[in-house]
């Protein structure tokens, strides 16, 4: 008896000392703030995805954090950053465990990531109902970044990337089959992920607005290597245009596999940034001659510094980043870093205390910023909620011997918007 | 078969039935569509079906370690997957060098020889140390602790890989010598199609031979009959189980080799995934623990893939039918433990030997 009283003594004192810790007097912001101590560092959360077979985006997109992270010396306000990684996979389930275990970490300023639009799904209401901020760099599914749930949009504060809009990207590659290829009719694959399955959504419809015939649209599941199936069908239709903006290895897959293919001799295979990787030429072999494909154009002095940082600090032990987000990521952490540092009072005790709300504000009024990836400006409606790419650093490439025989990345650019006719009006 | 129309009328049986005859009418009413319709010509179906044949052939092979080592042990090798893996995605970088060097185009069959011997022993190391490390100190405790054992040798097998090679993709070199197509009356095969079919069938035969022929194969068929008896024979069990698991990898490295010529892009630390569960639903379709089950199994299950899609499923009118390719495939599985638990050509092992 006389134990229990103790033990209920202590829990009473614990409770009466930790009262002024939950009522956070110097707080004023609506959501609450991150409290870090004088002797704390700042934790940065990020979800990515760093196993399966979509680790090496993950890890591309973490060492742009990393980088920007050891650019400023690893400290912010003063103190040492810390980084969580969590394992978002490319998943609903996975973006929702991953959001789930940063939401309960409340030294967490704010999180980079997921990794995949998938992903975004399952994480973003547990993030957003946090009070939290989720800034991607490489979720491009346009459904992310539009409030009306009636068109599929699942968008909710707090929400942010510096990957372009596929809404760019799709009609971007409609514009150039029609104004460039003068194709009349185009197939479209998709595989099952929102990404891929959106962006071969909006190529249609853009296709078909500008007056071209979609043939077919169909769409191949993820670890398929046998493509002769869908790929005879697709001949049997015969398209001008096959575009697949499915991730790797399915479209190595797909295009050395339709070269094989008897009535897709000459089709144009277009795809995306899901393929946007130096092996994505290498492994397809002589096949990948005259791919066109759409990507992240991101180039100019910085980019070459970061590049050359890159070579020398190693994030992740490569020499070269393994996909095309990396800048994205830099600029989405320095975004976020930025952010924070604008936001926090410090106490006079030394504590720093983070406004979520305020943070919130801060990266949605973020104006011609000048990153890695271009000149950015965070927007606040939808369709483009929480979207700070403008959709500029976007370009066609096309694949020629060199990407093929020598590892020469990236490949030629062939079209971007300055060339189009059309995008004024879209 | 319609059991239910005697006098002991059972629900089971009755459902049973039923799903028997929507199957069948969903098959033929499909398939009538898809045919009547034209769409697909019968030049681009032998195409299918030839492709299906080979990818099938490649299932087989890997099929066969699941089987061998279920025969022998009654216990599922879920790591089998990444036995595959393992020669597959370490042989890529003796196939870029040999390329390179232009050893690959000047002797193709020798390269193709010295790709699959090397592969083969990556792989039968793999699956010599996944047994004396992982299964061996498991041996004779509840069948559901090695199956789980397997499960985590597979993810540190995947992750091991990961750590040693990194995480993008790779591919296997093209071999000019298996460029080009064989024109059969108007019909034009792949000759690396051909040429993978006709190694996995060699393969298999020497498997065959093993298992028939030779002493250690009787060794192999005494200890899975009674483990006790052949023990009292004289026979080295624990030798004879480290054989069965060396065989499977090799068959599995040479899996992995004969896929890089047929399907070359691809390769990284996760792909073993998909092919070892296909394998495993080609071994159980076949008849677990038969080795002409698993080889038949094999190739049954690569041409219903490839042909299932566009002849039962377009015709049904079921949209996005190629993405849906797994699903007839594990609906086969399904299938089978329906209405043959015992596989196409399984004996009733349950019985016989539990």
């Given at each position: 008896m006389?134990?229990?009283?103790?033990?209920?003594?202590?829990?009473?004192?614990?409770?009466?000392?930790?009262?002024?810790?939950?009522?956070?007097?110097?707080?004023?912001?609506?959501?609450?703030?991150?409290?870090?101590?004088?002797?704390?560092?700042?934790?940065?959360?990020?979800?990515?995805?760093?196993?399966?077979?979509?680790?090496?985006?993950?890890?591309?997109?973490?060492?742009?954090?990393?980088?920007?992270?050891?650019?400023?010396?690893?400290?912010?306000?003063?103190?040492?950053?810390?980084l969580v990684v969590e394992d978002s996979l490319c998943s609903a389930e996975g973006g929702q465990a991953a959001a789930q275990r940063i939401a309960a970490d409340e030294t967490i300023v704010g999180a980079i990531g997921t990794t995949c639009s998938g992903a975004a799904q399952g994480a973003m209401p547990i993030i957003s109902e946090a009070g939290m901020v989720m800034i991607s760099s490489s979720n491009t599914s346009p459904s992310l970044t539009n409030d009306d749930t009636e068109a599929g949009g699942t968008y909710m504060p707090g929400y942010f990337r510096t990957a372009h809009n596929d809404l760019f990207q799709g009609a971007m590659g409609a514009q150039f089959a029609v104004e460039v290829l003068k194709a009349g009719a185009v197939a479209t694959i998709h595989d099952g992920d929102p990404y891929t399955e959106g962006l071969a959504v909006v190529m249609a419809n853009t296709f078909a607005g500008l007056g071209g015939d979609v043939v077919f649209q169909g769409a191949v599941s993820k670890g398929d290597t046998d493509m002769s199936a869908i790929l005879t069908e697709i001949a049997a239709s015969a398209p001008d245009v096959v575009y697949l903006p499915v991730f790797v290895p399915e479209s190595e897959f797909l295009v050395s596999q339709a070269a094989n293919t008897p009535g897709l001799e000459d089709a144009v295979m277009m795809t995306a940034d899901g393929s946007f990787s130096a092996t994505f030429a290498q492994n397809t072999g002589a096949a990948a001659v005259g791919v066109a494909m759409t990507g992240p154009h991101v180039s100019g002095d910085a980019y070459s510094a970061f590049l050359d940082l890159w070579a020398e600090e190693q994030p992740g032990g490569t020499d070269a980043p393994p996909s095309g987000f990396h800048a994205h990521a830099y600029d989405a952490a320095n975004i976020l870093m930025d952010a924070v540092e604008a936001v926090a009072e410090e106490a006079d005790d030394g504590t720093v205390l983070v406004g979520r709300q305020a943070l919130r504000d801060a990266i949605a009024a973020v104006e011609n910023?000048?990153?890695?990836?271009?000149?950015?400006?965070?927007?606040?409606?939808?369709?483009?909620?929480?979207?700070?790419?403008?959709?500029?650093?976007?370009?066609?490439?096309?694949?020629?011997?060199?990407?093929?025989?020598?590892?020469?990345?990236?490949?030629?650019?062939?079209?971007?918007?300055?060339?189009?006719?059309?995008m004024s009006e879209g | 078969?319609?059991?239910?129309?005697?006098?002991?009328?059972?629900?089971?049986?009755?459902?049973?039935?039923?799903?028997?005859?929507?199957?069948?009418?969903?098959?033929v009413?499909?398939?009538?569509?898809?045919?009547?319709?034209?769409?697909?010509?019968?030049a681009q179906w032998v195409n299918l079906f030839a492709a299906g044949l080979s990818q099938g052939s490649i299932y087989?092979?890997?099929?066969?370690?699941?089987?061998?080592?279920?025969g022998i042990l009654l216990m599922i090798n879920f790591a089998h997957g990444e036995v595959f893996m393992a020669g597959a995605f370490s042989t890529v970088f003796l196939a870029e060098a040999l390329n390179r060097t232009g050893f690959l185009n000047a002797q193709p069959l020798l390269a193709i020889l010295l790709m699959i011997a090397f592969a083969g022993l990556v792989s039968m190391s793999v699956a010599i140390l996944?047994?004396?490390i992982a299964y061996r100190p498991l041996?004779?405790?509840?069948?559901?602790?090695?199956l789980i054992t397997a499960i985590g040798a597979s993810f540190f097998l995947q992750y091991t890989f990961r750590g040693l090679y990194g995480s993008g993709f790779k591919a296997y070199p093209g071999v000019n010598a298996l460029q080009g197509a064989i024109e059969i009356g108007g019909i034009s095969i792949p000759v690396v199609q051909v040429f993978v079919f006709c190694a996995a069938i060699f393969l298999m035969l020497c498997l065959y031979w093993l298992v028939e022929r030779t002493r250690v194969g009787k060794a192999m068929r005494a200890v899975s009959e009674n483990k006790e008896v052949a023990r009292l024979m004289g026979i080295d069990i624990d030798w004879v189980i480290m054989f069965t698991f060396g065989v499977g990898g090799f068959l599995a490295g040479s899996a992995g080799v004969i896929n890089g010529l047929f399907r070359p892009q691809g390769v990284n630390f996760y792909m073993g995934f998909i092919p070892g569960i296909k394998a495993f639903t080609a071994a159980v379709l076949g008849g677990i623990g038969n080795i002409p089950g698993a080889m038949l199994g094999g190739l049954f299950l690569g041409v219903i893939e490839a042909i299932g899609p566009n002849l039962v499923l377009a015709g049904l009118g079921i949209p996005g039918a190629n993405q849906l390719k797994d699903v007839i495939a594990f609906t086969m599985l399904v299938l089978v433990l329906i209405f043959r638990p015992q596989g196409i050509l399984g004996e009733r092992l349950s019985e016989t030997k539990a």
């Open positions: 006389k134990r229990l009283c103790l033990v209920f003594t202590v829990l009473g004192l614990l409770v009466v000392f930790s009262v002024p810790a939950f009522a956070q007097d110097g707080c004023m912001d609506a959501l609450g703030c991150v409290e870090i101590a004088s002797d704390d560092p700042v934790v940065i959360g990020a979800m990515l995805s760093v196993s399966g077979a979509t680790s090496f985006y993950g890890e591309d997109s973490l060492g742009g954090i990393e980088l920007a992270i050891s650019g400023r010396d690893g400290m912010l306000l003063g103190r040492e950053i810390t910023y000048d990153g890695l990836t271009g000149s950015l400006t965070c927007q606040d409606e939808s369709p483009y909620a929480g979207d700070c790419a403008t959709g500029t650093a976007l370009a066609v490439f096309e694949i020629t011997e060199p990407q093929v025989n020598d590892g020469e990345w990236p490949p030629p650019i062939v079209w971007d918007l300055s060339m189009s006719m059309a | 078969m319609f059991k239910w129309r005697t006098d002991d009328f059972s629900w089971v049986d009755f459902t049973i039935d039923v799903l028997r005859v929507i199957i069948v009418l969903g098959v009413i499909g398939a009538w569509n898809t045919l009547s319709s034209g769409r697909i010509s019968l087989a092979l890997i099929a066969l370690g699941y089987t061998l080592v279920y996944l047994e004396r041996r004779g405790s509840p069948r559901l602790v090695p």
